[in-house]
């Protein structure tokens, strides 16, 4: 399966052109592409309605449906989103805090 992999695009045009591309690519070398795990992120969209926000990728033409732009997305591990502000940055950070807690909670501290 293919993951991790981006592309940026100027437009949905722009956009299937290079999905149309790597579907070529993957199927040459019989990579599966799991349009379930893809998201797109669009950032000053051109259209308004939302329903037409996606691209098919893949031998399946699996719609990917772009995220909400209040929605964040991790790329290789940086956080990015369409809308602005960092109220996301604010619950990314207060997950992780959570997530170590629960790990060290139950820990004893000793002297070794």
Same mark, same amino acid.
Not at 34 to 42: A, D, T
Not at 57 to 60: A, R, V
Not at 101 to 104: C, D, E, H, N, P
């Given at each position: 399966y293919a993951d991790d992999t981006q592309w940026i695009a100027k437009?949905?045009?722009e956009a299937t052109k290079i999905s149309l591309i790597a579907n070529e690519f993957f199927d040459i070398n019989d990579i599966k592409i799991?349009?379930? /795990?893809?998201?797109?992120?669009?950032v000053n969209p051109e259209d308004s309605n939302e329903n037409e926000r996606f691209i098919e990728? $893949?031998?399946?033409k699996d719609k990917v449906?772009?995220?909400?732009g209040s929605d964040a997305i991790r790329i290789l591990g940086?956080?990015? /989103?369409?809308?602005k502000g960092d109220k996301h940055t604010e619950l990314i950070v207060k997950k992780e805090i959570l997530t170590i807690? $629960?790990?060290?909670r139950r820990k004893?501290?000793?002297h070794a």
């Open positions: 437009s949905k045009v799991n349009g379930g /795990k893809s998201e797109i992120i669009v990728i $893949g031998k399946n449906f772009a995220n909400k940086v956080w990015f /989103k369409a809308d807690l $629960g790990a060290i004893h501290i000793t």
